[in-house]
């Protein structure tokens, strides 16, 4: 099993462009999450979702989109993309409510805005 | 006030030394309780869960106290391997399996 992937692993992109991020997960998880780390402030949460179709904002989501179309997958789109959103960007995913809460990552991309 | 608060480091310890790193959360409904490791440039990953009676693994030392709102990690026999950030991480409940993460402790083992 491959866990939780990320693609891309790095990217730059000029102020104003867009750009999705995939999170893939092959265990069968129902809960993922896209976190942003940033140098002083740990990670904090951009949005996440519960199942399939469902996605709801977290800490931070101003300026960033998602989907969650197939359970596997969670994307996270920035439609025009500003300097502020220069980041580490982790995803992860986490079994449904009833075990250990538990969050399993991805490796994570390392965005970078111009 | 953050909702967890840990001191940044960093902790600078010779190997074979013990360290302890603590952790306070200000949501007192808060239900489950880890550290998290990251390597520098890496994901973090689960080192254990926190419970109230306190947890070993192996030269690993977990302790909750829910009255002081305070968490614990020690690390005994500090190995240079051990070097990395350690995250405190904390449930506050609900059915999200959200976690609130501190903004980590650097450890560095010097040889």
């Known amino acids: 099993n491959a866990g939780v992937t990320q693609t891309p692993k790095f990217r730059v992109l000029k102020t104003g462009q867009s750009m999705t991020l995939l999170c893939a997960q092959d265990m069968n998880h129902e809960y993922m999450y896209w976190y942003r780390q940033d140098p002083g402030m740990g990670l904090r949460l951009i949005h996440y979702?519960?199942?399939?179709?469902?996605?709801a904002k977290g800490e931070v989501p101003d300026g960033y989109n998602v989907s969650r179309l197939k359970k596997q997958n969670f994307l996270l789109g920035l439609e025009s993309a500003a300097p502020s959103q220069t980041s580490v960007y982790f995803c992860a995913s986490s079994p449904e409510r009833g075990g250990p809460p538990e969050q399993f990552f991805g490796p994570g991309t390392r965005l970078t805005v111009l | 006030r953050k909702e967890v608060e840990q001191d940044p480091g960093p902790f600078n310890v010779p190997e074979g030394a013990t360290v302890a790193f603590n952790c306070t959360y200000s949501n007192s409904a808060s239900q489950s309780f880890f550290w998290y490791r990251q390597d520098c440039r890496k994901e973090p990953k689960l080192l254990m869960s926190v419970y109230s009676s306190g947890n070993e693994d192996g030269r690993f030392t977990a302790q909750l106290n829910r009255a002081s709102q305070y968490i614990s990690l020690l690390i005994r026999d500090s190995k240079l391997s051990d070097s990395a950030t350690y995250l405190c991480v904390v449930n506050p409940g609900g059915a999200t399996n959200k976690l609130i993460f501190g903004t980590g402790t650097l450890l560095a083992v010097q040889p």
């Open positions: 979702s519960v199942g399939e179709g469902t996605t």
